[in-house]
């Protein structure tokens, strides 16, 4: 019990250290934060484009799903990992044709041309960007267990999962 306690006093520091979320606008209290799915090859598609200096991204789902209002994206990296490794500011959910999409915004997205765009997208007509800003990396990701542990569930939603304001500011 000490080790996961520890877990959630390290995330909670460095959520302050990395972002100041105090400036942000409050949202309806049960949508303050989501927690978004993400496989391992794109998060390191989205370190890279990072690490290239870019400020605003784009993450692409098939269909018409996401968050639609929120003010935090946290990054849960699917298996292998199972942990949370960085987080960043909602700017939007953006929802429609996959064509007119990728002409607005690929230049913010992780897939490298239109081809592996629309292989990820395995046909769906429509798609949502989730556009965000100000990506922050954990220095030391936070395990899937603590995380689940404290939100009181047994195993992260597949289509993600909204946290209330009360959940988020126990983090931050």
């Known amino acids: ?13 460095e959520m302050r250290k990395c972002y100041d979320l105090s400036r942000l606008v409050p949202q309806v209290s049960e949508r303050y934060a989501y927690i978004l799915l993400i496989t391992p090859k ?7 484009r990072l690490k290239a ?12 799903v996401g968050p639609k209002k929120t003010n935090l ?19 939007e959910r953006v929802t429609g044709e996959t064509d007119d999409l990728w002409e607005a915004y690929r ?6 041309s239109y ?3 629309k292989d990820f997208l395995q046909g769906k007509p429509k ?16 395990s899937a267990s603590v995380l689940l542990k ?19 500011q126990k983090l931050i």
């Open 127 to 142: 798609a949502t960007f989730i556009r965000f800003k100000n990506l922050k990396i954990f220095s030391q990701p936070i």
């Open 73 to 91: 994206l946290l990054f849960y990296v699917t298996y292998p990992f199972k942990e949370i490794r960085g987080f960043a500011e909602f700017v």
């Open 150 to 168: 404290v939100v009181g569930i047994r195993r992260m939603p597949r289509g993600g999962r909204y946290l209330n304001r009360e959940f988020a």
């Open 115 to 117: 081809e592996e765009y």
């Open 53 to 64: 200096g870019k400020t605003f991204h784009a993450f692409v789902r098939r269909g018409l």
């Open 107 to 112: 230049g913010e997205t992780s897939p490298r």
């Open 1 to 13: 019990m000490g080790a996961k306690v520890g877990f959630v006093d390290y995330f909670i520091r």
């Open 42 to 48: 794109w998060w390191n598609r989205l370190c890279d």
